[in-house]
């Protein structure tokens, strides 16, 4: 049991000889605000309701001679969110849901192939403060405050000649994001006057993402 309303159930089937399991997850209704003890170091932010659920089955197979084999299948979904900036209690990202379907995921070599991803109400809340601070940026809790500012954003960094590259990120493939009734509101308040800009009722599909 997850704090009052969450569960979390699995089912495992497992050998030792060969290496192998079979193991099915299924979360309901867990609510990430109980972790933000441990994202206080990480992320400026507060969760201030969220509603977290998956089901799908991990795969283990560990074939002769060879790399072992894990996949996921699966859907998740996250409902209910609302976050607030931590530092001024204001919202800063909230949705009614996002539903993930039709989740593909293969360890080697690392790739995540997704069928759809659906947002609906969403609302995002950009503020520019009076120092060029950008919320969403600053609530990431950078380690050079420098770089959350709306006049200098975050370098991509790129390994020199000789040295050890970074692991190669998955290949992620998505085919449809759909948005429904999603809305922006955008203030500036390091100009005066201050600017207030607000979408509402976006909606669109991305397709072969």
């Not at 192939?113 to 609530?139: D, F, K, M």
Request: no cysteine.
């Amino acid at each position: 049991r997850w704090n009052t309303n969450g569960t979390i159930h699995t089912e495992v089937a497992a050998s030792f000889s060969p290496p192998a399991a079979d193991i099915n997850l299924a979360f309901t209704n867990l609510n990430l605000g109980t972790l933000d003890p441990y994202l206080e170091s990480r992320l400026n932010l507060l969760i201030l309701g969220s509603k977290l659920g998956l089901t799908g089955q991990v795969r283990l197979r560990t074939p002769k001679d060879q790399l072992p084999e894990v996949t996921f299948h699966g859907d998740a979904r996250l409902d209910d969110l609302h976050t607030a900036d931590g530092a001024l209690g204001e919202d800063l990202l909230k949705w009614d849901s996002v539903r993930v379907s039709g989740i593909d995921a293969n360890l080697n070599p690392p790739t995540v192939a997704i069928r759809q991803i659906a947002v609906n109400n969403a609302y995002a809340r950009v503020v520019i403060e009076t120092n060029h601070e950008i919320n969403l940026l600053a609530a990431l809790k950078p380690a050079n405050p420098e770089v959350a500012t709306a006049t200098n954003l975050p370098v991509v960094a790129t390994a020199s000649p000789g040295t050890n590259a970074p692991p190669a990120l998955p290949d992620i493939s998505i085919g449809s994001i759909v948005i429904s009734n999603a809305a922006i509101q955008f203030t500036d308040r390091s100009i005066t006057p201050n600017v207030n800009l607000g979408i509402k009722q976006e909606g669109g599909t991305i397709d072969g993402l």
